[in-house]
């Protein structure tokens, strides 16, 4: 009996001691398995690498200043999202998406001048945008109708006059330079410059087709020269004697204010600022807009990215570095716009600048404006 018992007890010793060694070994396995498989971590890792790389922008733009490439690198920083970035002209630019059609890879486009956004909305190039953000930053009047483009920043056109041959108190409207005693004294760009027919355009929707054509042959009649040249050709003829007063935007003034070439800067300082029609349908305002485009492979990108152009920051970094009007009423221009003064603007929605192109070409062709 006693040689049973030693047997039996070290049978169930061995026993003992495998069920111990086996349970070792499984919780080894399901800790490793723990450290391979934990949900956890592998959200991490994920969210790591999501936050490294959010995807991409594609802009077509007709812009092509520094301002507007810092601005692309903050959103970069910001978002993670890369900015790729054609430029060009805004009607190259609208050429080349209708070429491209369904298989383009621009998500955003953006250029001066309502007019121009309104042909690549009639083209179908663009989508409608439903924001918050956008329908809180940027005025009713400063977007589409069809929320299809929004302005990013504003341009005022004015009257740009010679400090030493013109008093100010001698100017009060656009119309008052079709009048005689401004003859031979008149500077302005050409019928097919963008910003001339959303001018005329404007006039249009304000006065009217009989009075718009009145103004463009008035214009005609008292033009020092032939139309030629850019905006800041414009101050430069006037600065040179050419003429006594130009119709220009104001943000070439701020630029050449603050130019690198010293002629320009000596033009600039020799010419006065005036605001015109104060008194009775305000100063013809334009836009630099961006939009959506119909085909945007990443059109969520395209929409976190205009958003951001909207932003008091960014809205700031248009008005202080490229001295254009800011778009969200909640930023004050910089300082060297507010130099020249608060001024009343046209209170039209700039979707007619747009809408009335085709008759304002009608009218320049007819009033003889080269």
């Known amino acids: ?30 800790a490793g398995a723990g450290q391979q498989d934990s949900p956890d971590d ?40 890369k900015v790729n970035v054609i430029e060009g002209k805004g009607d190259e630019l609208i050429e080349r ?51 299809e483009w929004f302005g990013i920043t504003k341009r005022a056109r004015v009257i740009v006059y010679d400090k030493d041959r013109v008093d100010p108190s001698e100017l009060s409207t656009y119309e008052a330079l079709t009048e005689p005693e401004w003859e031979d004294r008149v500077l302005i760009r050409s019928s097919e410059n963008m ?70 800067v000596e033009v600039a300082e020799s010419v006065g600022i005036f605001f015109p029609n104060q008194e009775t349908n305000g100063t013809h305002i334009n836009i630099s807009g961006a939009a959506v485009t119909q085909h945007a492979p990443n059109a969520d990108n395209a929409v976190k990215f205009i958003e ?19 778009a969200n009423p909640n930023v004050e221009p910089a300082e060297l716009l507010q130099s020249w003064g608060e001024f009343e603007e046209q209170d039209i929605d700039l979707s007619v600048l747009g809408q009335n192109q085709q008759e304002a070409m009608r009218i320049f062709d007819r009033a003889g404006w080269k």
């Open 1 to 30: 009996m006693k040689r049973s018992f030693k047997l039996l007890f070290f049978a169930m010793l061995v026993l003992l001691t495998v069920i111990a060694a086996g349970c070792g070994s499984s919780e080894e396995t399901d």
């Open 42 to 81: 592998t959200t991490a890792e994920e969210q790591a690498s999501q936050d490294e790389d959010e995807g991409v922008v594609n802009l077509y733009t007709s812009r092509h200043y520094d301002t507007d490439r810092e601005l692309y690198d903050v959103f970069e920083e910001q978002t993670g999202i």
């Open 97 to 147: 998406m209708n070429i491209e059609g369904e298989e383009t890879e621009a998500d955003v486009f953006i250029t001066a001048d309502a007019g121009n956004l309104h042909v690549a909305k009639e083209n179908g190039l663009l989508q409608s945008v439903e924001s918050d953000v956008l329908f809180e930053n940027i005025p009713e009047k400063l977007r589409d109708v069809d929320n």
């Open 195 to 264: 910003y001339n027919k959303s001018l005329l355009a404007s006039f249009i929707e304000l006065n009217g087709e009989e009075a718009a054509e009145e103004w463009a042959a008035g214009i005609v009649n008292n033009m020092a020269r032939d139309p030629q040249g850019g905006d800041r050709d414009q101050a430069k003829g006037v600065a040179a004697g050419e003429a006594d007063v130009a119709i220009m935007n104001t943000y070439y003034i701020g630029r050449m204010l603050n130019s690198e070439d010293a002629n320009e």
């Open 308 to 326: 951001f152009l909207s932003s008091e920051d960014a809205q700031g970094k248009f008005a202080s570095a490229n001295f254009e009007y800011p």
